[in-house]
């Protein structure tokens, strides 16, 4: 077992495949174009607003729709039922995630370049850090939207849970809410690098087993 065990760590001491190298620099790409698109994007319709109001979360601000006038006209409805505005200030967690996506996109350079298995393991203990506890704290931020209500609004309506992933309706409202292109980006780089470190784990780790061998 004692054996087995200082063998798997000096595999993870092995420089990675020269392909997977170029491939990790590829991947680190999707992870600058995040920045360019919005990572999530809620909807909501009603019968005063057919075309629906449009609000989009990208990793350093927050946009709406009709040149982004939606954004003012989400919050003054939710003024109404005593909602806290949503705005650049309200979301103080876009205050760390550009850093988190450089320091990703960094890492993943570095390991490119001179990095070995033990590395890519890192970058995929890291990325997937990030997706937990960006998910969480979406999560989190809804909810406190929708129960940290004003309760002298002139609209009385029970707390609630905003919808973070699908349709739900709210009073007259159908809001729906999804990823945007920026989150897909960023799965492709953690699913690039899955499968990354998995041929090294099976090909590479066959590999280094028949060299001890020879």
């Known amino acids: 077992m004692s054996k087995a065990m200082d063998a798997f760590y000096r595999f993870l001491d092995e420089p990675i495949f020269p392909w997977a190298r170029v491939a990790l620099a590829v991947l680190t790409i999707f992870v ?3 920045f360019m698109v919005p990572m999530w994007h809620i909807n909501m319709k009603a019968p005063q607003y057919p075309e629906g109001l449009d ?18 006209e989400i919050n003054v409805l939710n003024h109404y039922i005593g909602m806290a505005p949503i705005d650049r200030a309200s979301l103080t967690d876009l205050d760390w995630i550009p850093f988190l996506f450089v320091g990703m996109i960094i890492f993943g350079l570095r390991t490119a ?24 704290r979406l999560y989190y931020k809804l909810y406190t ?10 609209i009385k309506v029970e707390p609630f849970m905003p919808v973070m992933w699908g349709k739900k309706q709210i009073a007259n409202f159908l809001t729906e809410a999804n990823p945007g292109l ?12 899955t499968v ?6 099976v090909i590479g780790r066959k590999q280094h087993v028949a060299s001890l061998s020879d």
């Open 145 to 154: 939207f929708g129960h940290n209500l004003d309760p002298k609004a002139a």
């Open 196 to 201: 990354l470190l998995l041929a090294h784990l």
């Open 113 to 136: 370049v001179i990095g070995k298995v033990r590395s890519m393991i890192d970058l995929l203990v890291m990325t997937t850090y990030a997706g937990i506890f960006g998910f969480g």
């Open 32 to 34: 600058g174009l995040s």
């Open 55 to 72: 609000l989009y979360i990208y990793s350093y601000k927050v946009d709406g729709g009709n040149d982004g006038n939606d954004v003012h």
């Open 182 to 193: 920026g989150t897909w980006y960023v799965a492709i780089f953690a699913t690039g690098l």
